[in-house]
């Protein structure tokens, strides 16, 4: 087959062998290295005939890129969270956008539960004592935590990682209640949980967990008020976006003990510094944003993006799409 004859894609970073199986007769890939920031310089002289984009959730897919792609038609983001493109303009050119639900929900589910747990029985702390020479004896008061059975969990959203979440709560036996923009009494009724408004939720919360994407309504939704209003032995866990949190007030939070501890896989910015305040907090369980990060996970997310992929390029509607609305022009 002539290769030169099949569309031009540009994959932001590389992926390993067999993720992007389902490109590689329909499309001339050019593929970026795997840890990069941004496009490399040689993949942006290929963005003039590029006609698909095949992105990760750390490209910037803005406006100055889309304007030097005048033949592009689709980004394909792999992530369910598509905060780093640009929607509106992509929308106003005509472009959709492809990301990938449902496939990460489990995987996210899962690590938001693990971080949850390791955080309220202070699993770091603990084994770091206890590699350093610091478990002298059994204590009755050593490393003592938070017990997840009768505990008011706060879902913040109540979308699929969310429900996740929930499910795998009631099996702890944990009380929920949740915050969502549309009323969902079928969830509640599931999980015997509680719609409440967003104060409530946080006031009366033992642990509370947050899954709403990032959007100009969301960004700082918790800051230094909200975080103040939370129970002081409350736990605040983030497998969202960090930006969803003010850093700054969640530093003076775990400093100044107004809620007794927080577990994030998403940090603003990401990677956080090594140097940041919140490494040096012993209360603050920090990971480097891998709630979907399982072989199975990664690789559905890969299939998923390619076949929102080829759907746009054959200018048919993607089956998971970001800017739906840009159907309607
Ligand atoms: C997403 O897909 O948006 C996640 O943050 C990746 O783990």
């Not at 030169?4 to 590689?24: F, K, M, T, Y």
């Not at 496009?39 to 698909?52: F, H």
């Not at 497998?239 to 007794?260: C, F, M, P, Q, Y």
């Not at 369980?285 to 997310?301: E, F, Q």
Request: charged share 20%; with cysteine; proline share 5%.
């Amino acid at each position: 087959m002539n290769k030169s004859a099949l569309p031009l894609v540009i994959v932001s970073h590389a992926l390993p062998d067999g993720w992007l199986d389902l490109l590689q007769d329909k499309c001339q890939l050019v593929i970026g290295p795997e840890e990069s920031e941004g496009l490399t310089p040689e993949l942006e002289n290929w963005l003039p005939e590029t006609q698909g984009l095949f992105s990760l959730l750390t490209l910037k897919v803005d406006d100055k890129l889309l304007s030097r792609a005048p033949n592009l038609k689709v980004v394909s983001n792999m992530a369910v969270g598509f905060d780093n493109v640009d929607i509106n303009s992509c929308t106003k050119r005509g472009l959709p956008v492809g990301h990938t639900p449902g496939v990460l929900t489990d995987g996210t589910a899962d690590l938001t539960m693990a971080i949850m747990l390791a955080a309220a029985r202070r699993i770091t702390e603990a084994s770091q004592d206890a590699r350093q020479g610091r478990w002298k004896t059994w204590s009755p008061t050593g490393w003592l935590g938070m017990d997840f059975r009768d505990a008011t969990l706060g879902i913040v959203g109540m979308g699929q990682i969310g429900s996740g979440v929930a499910e795998r709560a009631l099996g702890f036996g944990m009380k929920i209640r949740f915050t969502d923009s549309n009323l969902k009494h079928d969830l509640a009724d599931r999980f015997k949980a509680k719609q409440v408004p967003l104060e409530t939720l946080l006031k009366s919360s033992d642990i509370v967990t947050l899954h709403v994407p990032l959007t100009a309504e969301t960004h700082h939704l918790i800051n230094e008020e909200r975080l103040k209003s939370m129970k002081s032995n409350a736990l605040l866990v983030n497998t969202s976006r960090g930006l969803i949190v003010d850093n700054n007030a969640l530093v003076s939070a775990l400093e100044n003990k107004w809620i007794a501890a927080a577990a994030l896989d998403v940090t603003d910015p990401e990677p956080l510094p090594t140097d940041h305040p919140l490494f040096g907090l012993s209360n603050c369980l920090i990971v480097p944003h891998i709630g979907s990060a399982t072989w199975n996970t990664r690789r559905k997310m890969a299939e998923r993006a390619c076949e929102n992929l080829i759907a746009g390029l054959h200018e048919q509607r993607l089956p998971y799409c970001a800017n739906p609305e840009v159907y309607n022009a």
